[in-house]
């Protein structure tokens, strides 16, 4: 795909939602940290029901330090693997309170060295909580990337690699977002919805479908 294409697909996302947001509820980095701890393997509907729950009566490290493995899986139950996110968000918050006085670091060091965080949590945190260029690839990133072929790769690193440096700069604080409501509404894994597709002159996708 050439540049042109590229910028062009970028202006339309922009065009169409020029302040995309993630579609976890949170208010402070904290929040979205551990709801982006709790979503691996879960929907985001489905993190946000528990954490309506968990916030109002524990919404800090220290907080939810208090409630404990068994108090904390009160809470939030009906995630997938809730029993081994409960562990990890306890010694994260354990973590947070000793090492960086219950502050949520603006690091992907600090922040990959807690529990339950991996570099896709992590650029999901310095993207959205503190603003920094990162691209965090998921499976719709991923598969979007590869079927339109604005940055095809083999593995997740890869596109994320190519990403940072195919994305024109002035969209790609907000790309994430914009990639990843595309692959969710629209360019779905099993049948994606071409005919009403913003951007399917553009995408170089071989096999599109007629209907929308």
Same mark, same amino acid.
């Given at each position: %795909?050439?540049?042109?294409?590229?910028?062009?697909?970028?202006?339309?996302?922009?065009?169409?939602?020029?302040?995309?947001?993630?579609?976890?509820? =949170?208010?402070?980095?904290?929040?979205?940290?551990?709801?982006?701890? /709790?979503?691996?393997?879960? *929907?985001? @509907?489905?993190?946000?029901?528990? *954490?309506?729950?968990?916030?109002?009566?524990?919404? *800090?490290?220290?907080?939810?330090?208090?409630?404990? @493995?068994?108090?904390? &899986?009160?809470?939030?139950?009906?995630?997938?693997? =809730?029993?081994?996110?409960?562990?990890?968000?306890?010694?994260?918050?354990?973590? /947070? @309170? &000793?090492?960086?006085?219950?502050?949520?670091?603006?690091?992907?060091?600090?922040?990959?060295?807690?529990?339950?965080?991996?570099?896709?949590?992590?650029?999901?945190?310095?993207?959205?909580?503190?603003?920094?260029?990162? %691209?965090?690839?998921? *499976?719709?990133?991923?598969?979007?990337?590869?079927?339109?072929?604005?940055?095809?790769?083999?593995?997740?690193?890869? @596109?994320?690699?190519?990403?940072?440096?195919?994305?024109?700069?002035?969209?790609?604080?907000?790309?994430?977002?914009?990639?990843?409501?595309?692959?969710?509404?629209?360019?779905?894994?099993?049948?994606?919805?071409?005919?009403?597709?913003?951007?399917?002159?553009?995408?170089? =996708?071989?096999?599109?479908?007629?209907?929308?």
């Amino acid at each position: %795909m050439n540049a042109e294409k590229r910028r062009e697909i970028f202006r339309r996302f922009h065009e169409d939602n020029p302040e995309p947001k993630t579609e976890l509820a =949170y208010s402070t980095p904290f929040e979205l940290l551990i709801a982006v701890i /709790l979503s691996a393997q879960a *929907t985001d @509907v489905g993190v946000n029901k528990a *954490t309506a729950r968990l916030y109002p009566v524990a919404n *800090t490290p220290q907080a939810i330090l208090a409630l404990g @493995v068994d108090g904390l &899986e009160q809470y939030i139950k009906t995630i997938g693997l =809730y029993r081994s996110k409960a562990k990890n968000v306890i010694e994260t918050c354990r973590i /947070l @309170v &000793e090492r960086h006085g219950g502050q949520v670091p603006d690091n992907r060091e600090a922040l990959e060295a807690l529990p339950g965080v991996g570099r896709k949590t992590a650029n999901v945190v310095l993207n959205t909580a503190f603003r920094q260029l990162t %691209m965090a690839v998921d *499976t719709h990133i991923f598969r979007v990337a590869n079927r339109t072929n604005i940055a095809p790769g083999k593995n997740v690193l890869e @596109v994320e690699r190519r990403l940072l440096r195919l994305v024109p700069r002035e969209y790609l604080l907000d790309a994430h977002h914009w990639l990843i409501l595309h692959g969710r509404y629209v360019c779905k894994a099993r049948k994606p919805q071409c005919g009403s597709c913003r951007i399917e002159d553009l995408c170089e =996708y071989k096999h599109k479908t007629s209907d929308d």
